[in-house]
């Protein structure tokens, strides 16, 4: 599982510096866009590329230009992290400045006329917005035959549309307002879920022409997986791990999220705790030391182990229905570990 895994990211890496070299971009008044495009689509796990070449394999064998085609994912998944650090006013990328920070920063530098924020922010949009024209170039220039393609596309814009209706819902995200745990998820669920495993399974099961139970099967997987992922993304955001994320640990409480551990612990907390915990997410700016006490709150409450539990639940669900896929035992075997790295967020 490891060595294929591993194997499936240096393809789709080795694929993205050569779509990226291709189509390079000369540098404007001294930035150079390409590496800023490096920077979100060159470090990280490959998570929904592997998901959507699995789902081909679950239907047809290997295949470099399935590989490829499902390679056009991470330059989607820039698009959508280099917009979000830009609505969540983030420092930090893959543990190096956000696009938007860097390219203010060389504002600064140059001396340009006008506001260095602002221009960070515009800057940093408009990669974006290349990074999503470059992802459905990657994809149509795979090498798919048209007629697999014409199954991909009406999953495709639905997976864009449910990704960015999910971040406009996001905006809306404030633990102040106390969302009850369901409408949390729902929106977890539609911007980050679906969008990293249940999505691209299916992508990659319909460019394979797979039938209509195995789709099933695979959509319902990554459904539990994709909670199970996002959930652990939401344990990591309150207790930090910037090893694995890349950003500081204290993301999520700093800015009021409404995750699904801090809902949890709302809805959980008696009624001397549900009142601390109010006062400490209506902190403005929230210090280290409140941070610490909203920690140690998400624990006493129980919502950590709350959370904890809803994962198990989830990755139990995806065995079963694994267990119970008609597939071949080797990509049975492949969609069990795959849940594991996504349920524990391993390397």
Known sequence: ????????????????????????????HGI???????????????????????????????????????????????????????????????????????????????????????????????????????????LRDSGIGRAALDRVWPRYDAMRVELAVGQFADLLNDARAE???????????????????????????????????????LGRYGRAVGEAFQLRDDLLGAFGAAEVTGKPGDTDLGQHKASTVVVAALELADTVARRELTALLATPQPGDAEIARLRALLVATGAREHIEE??????????????????????????DGMARVCAAREN
Request: a positive charge.
């Open 1 to 28: 599982m490891y060595r294929w895994r591993s194997a499936v990211r240096a393809g789709v890496l080795a694929e993205l510096e050569t779509f990226l070299n291709r189509h390079h971009i000369a540098p404007i």
């Open 32 to 138: 150079a866009v390409d590496d800023i495009a490096r920077q979100y689509v060159g470090r990280g796990k490959c998570l929904r590329s592997t998901f959507m070449y699995l789902g081909w394999l679950c239907g047809a064998d290997a295949d470099a230009a399935a590989l490829r085609a499902a390679a056009g994912l991470e330059l989607l998944h820039a698009f959508a992290l280099v917009q979000d650090d830009v609505m969540d006013e983030a420092q930090l990328r893959r543990g190096e400045p956000a696009a938007h920070v860097r390219f203010a920063a060389r504002h600064r530098r140059a001396a340009l006329p006008g506001n260095a924020s602002r221009f960070g922010e515009s800057a940093a949009t408009l990669v974006g917005d290349i990074c999503l024209v470059w992802a459905e170039k990657m």
């Open 179 to 217: 969302p009850g745990l369901g409408a949390v998820l729902a929106v977890a669920r539609a911007k980050s879920g679906n969008y990293t495993v249940r999505r691209p399974l299916e992508m990659g099961a319909a460019m394979a022409g797979c039938d209509e139970p195995t789709r099933t099967a």
């Open 310 to 335: 809803m994962i198990g639940d989830r990755t139990a669900e995806a065995w079963r229905l694994v267990a119970a896929a008609r597939l071949p035992e080797p990509q049975r075997h492949l969609l």
